[in-house]
């Protein structure tokens, strides 16, 4: 079972986030500008080994075995999600 990431942690995520979504060519805001809503989740990333690639950029490993984090736009983890 994965821990939830400390609140340090979210911070540093929110700062190298940019407010856009981590996956490569997606451009969504994380948080609405005008409600200051969050609309972005923080999601829990497995490499299929410890050397697999980094399938996403910005990041951030949580215990140094293939396991990262990244911030993804509410479209993009349902896409992920039913493999669309």
Known sequence: ??????????KALFAVSGNVC???????????QSSNV??????????ASPAGPDMI????????K???ISFLCALRIIKLLTNV
Request: with cysteine.
């Open 1 to 10: 079972m994965v821990r939830a990431p400390s609140i340090p942690t979210v």
């Open 22 to 32: 981590a996956f490569p060519e997606c451009d969504r805001p994380l948080v609405d």
């Open 57 to 64: 950029p910005n990041s951030l490993k949580m215990n140094g």
């Open 66 to 68: 293939g396991s990262r």
């Open 38 to 47: 969050v609309i972005g989740e923080v999601c829990h990333i497995e490499a």
